[in-house]
């Protein structure tokens, strides 16, 4: 679930992005120059960009938060990967949207490989 102060503000840039994109119309109903249009375009893609990337971010973010959580609940104190789950955690906060990405994928396997470990009867 999306936080609701998250999901109030991407839909306040909608909302504002919706009039500029009217106004962007009624700027082509007036013949108003070309330069003026493709400024208002650029407006409304790098509101729209931004938006995504708000939403993208808070996903990630949380997926990421919930998998390092897994895998430290997993990790029975001495299944050989606890420095990787703690500097994971560590780097959390900072991470930018692209490092997400990748991040979500160690962890991934990092939590394959745990789950494997406790099959085999490792259990701490």
């Given at each position: ?12 840039r ?5 009039g ?43 997926t ?14 001495d299944?050989g990967?606890e ?6 955690r560590?780097e ?5 949207l692209?490092?997400l990405?990748?991040?979500?994928e160690?962890?991934?396997k ?15």
């Amino acid at each position: 679930m999306i936080p609701k102060d998250l999901t109030r503000d991407i839909k306040n840039r909608l909302k504002g992005l919706s009039g500029h994109i009217d106004g962007i119309v009624r700027m082509m109903d007036e013949d108003r120059s070309p330069k003026d249009i493709l400024l208002q375009m650029k407006s409304v893609e790098s509101g729209l960009q931004k938006a995504h990337h708000l939403l993208l971010d808070e996903v990630y973010r949380k997926t990421l938060a919930i998998q390092i959580v897994n895998a430290r609940n997993s990790c029975p104190g001495d299944c050989g990967n606890e420095e990787k789950i703690e500097a994971l955690r560590k780097e959390f906060p900072g991470l930018e949207l692209e490092e997400l990405v990748s991040k979500i994928e160690e962890i991934e396997k990092l939590t394959q490989w745990l789950q494997e470990y406790l099959k085999a009867g490792n259990k701490g």
